[in-house]
């Protein structure tokens, strides 16, 4: 196991700009907009629309978007002469900077072998990992990848009284993941438009077009040679012993279903006796509810508008969520996160870190392997100089802006309770 006395050292600053790499990279895509032009391009079309596709006509994803553009930040001149310092300590961690990735499944249907290279990026970096429960990639791996960064992600896995999810928190806390991250915000399954008609179903059946446009991405179609068809590592023992992928993601589907009850929540409070985050959160009421289980972090999320449209952008409750929890803990956001500024804008309001899933699957599909690293330097590097173009020397400064945020939700007492 890994020798976790290591980890409560601050991490040593981390500089982008120092790595001739990146300075390459950053010549060709100085952006993520620019990774994910590319990665439409360099990914079979079913990949694409698979990472990139949300709920609806995309209206939750152009919210979340939209949301986090409105926030308006004013600087302070006459104070920084410095390079400003962007790393934080999350759970008795710390890290080179308050940007995580956020939990994905099938994260290998985008680049295979995805996993591998999200979990080596982030390790690099020093940044959070945070395992997904349906990726390719068992917990006990993306230990030996990522040991100090890893969290883990769960969903519901009720059958057997639970039997499966309990294990699952076992082998995390056997191979040393700090933070066991339960999903609550994906109630009943839906579908969304761009993965039907590219022919993505469950069971997943390759068809011609498929096959066609994996012929025709040869970096793709390489990856695939390498590590072959996606699996999910996590929940195979589970299966029978002769199973196929198919016949797991039919175990996968029967096992897991619903959203976790607050009954349940506090069974795996009681049991996971290490930090525990709720992820999905977007009401005050809610996030007073995990405080009052005991929860130690939330993550304020709509799924990145991959679950349904109509749903408020995170940025926008997150003010009201953060006077409800009124640290008593963590409150992380996800959902839109696509810049450094996001991830500012986002501290700025509260947050103490900020997580992305599609930007790391753009670089992805656009850079293959190099991809995570490069969007995680990309936001640290954005996130510095956007510290220091407003004047703060540290995240903590950026508390104390003058900031308009027009569409801040405003929740009416009483409302929340059900
Ligand atoms: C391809 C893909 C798969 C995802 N799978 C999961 C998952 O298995 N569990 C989960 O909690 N969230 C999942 N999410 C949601 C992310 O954890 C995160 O909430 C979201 O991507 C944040 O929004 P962003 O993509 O705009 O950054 C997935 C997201 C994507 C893009």
């Given at each position: ?79 920084t002469t410095t390079l400003p310092r962007v790393d934080i300590e999350l759970f008795g961690r710390y890290y080179s900077a308050p940007i995580g990735v956020a ?236 810049s450094g500024l996001d991830v500012v804008r986002a501290v700025a309001l509260g947050a103490d870190a900020a997580f992305a899933g599609k930007a790391f699957l ?57």
């Amino acid at each position: 196991m890994h020798d976790t006395t290591a980890l409560a050292r601050p991490a040593a600053a981390y500089t982008p700009a120092d790595n001739p790499r990146f300075l390459k990279l950053h010549r060709r895509f100085p952006t993520v907009a620019y990774l994910r032009r590319h990665a439409r391009r360099h990914v079979p079309r079913f990949a694409f629309e698979y990472l990139d596709g949300g709920a609806g006509a995309d209206g939750g994803i152009a919210r979340n978007w939209h949301a986090l553009d409105a926030i308006e930040l004013v600087p302070r001149y006459g104070v920084t002469t410095t390079l400003p310092r962007v790393d934080i300590e999350l759970f008795g961690r710390y890290y080179s900077a308050p940007i995580g990735v956020a939990p994905m499944g099938g994260p290998s249907l985008v680049w295979p072998g995805a996993d591998q290279y999200l979990a080596a990026a982030a390790q690099r970096a020093r940044v959070p990992y945070t395992l997904g429960l349906v990726a390719g990639m068992t917990v006990e791996r993306a230990a030996e990848i990522a040991p100090d960064v890893l969290w883990f992600q769960l969903y519901r896995c009720s059958r057997n009284e639970h039997a499966i999810g309990f294990d699952l928190a076992r082998r995390a806390e056997a191979v040393g993941v700090q933070v066991l991250v339960l999903t609550l915000d994906v109630p009943v399954r839906t579908t969304r438009p761009r993965e039907v008609a590219v022919g993505i179903t469950s069971p997943f059946r390759p068809d011609l077009r498929m096959l066609a446009g994996i012929l025709a991405s040869p970096g793709y179609l390489g990856s695939l040679w390498r590590h072959g068809q996606p699996r999910f590592g996590n929940l195979k023992p589970y299966a029978a012993d002769t199973a196929d992928v198919n016949e797991v993601a039919d175990f996968v589907r029967r096992e897991m279903g619903g959203a976790f009850t607050w009954d349940e929540v506090a069974r795996y409070r009681e049991r996971w006796k290490r930090p525990l985050v709720v992820k999905g959160i977007l009401h005050p009421a809610d996030a007073e509810k995990c405080v009052s289980l005991g929860v130690d972090g939330i993550v304020v999320s709509n799924h990145g508008g991959r679950q349904i449209e109509g749903l408020p952008a995170p940025i926008d409750v997150l003010p009201a969520i953060v006077a409800a929890v009124g640290g008593r803990a963590t409150v992380m956001l996800d959902s839109g996160v696509r810049s450094g500024l996001d991830v500012v804008r986002a501290v700025a309001l509260g947050a103490d870190a900020a997580f992305a899933g599609k930007a790391f699957l753009w670089g992805l599909g656009a850079l293959g392997p190099e991809g995570p690293a490069h969007v995680i330097d990309l936001m640290i590097d954005e996130m510095k100089s956007a510290v220091g173009q407003l004047g703060a020397l540290r995240l903590n400064d950026l508390r104390s802006l003058d900031i308009r945020h027009k569409n801040a939700f405003r929740f009416e007492p009483g409302k929340g309770s059900k």
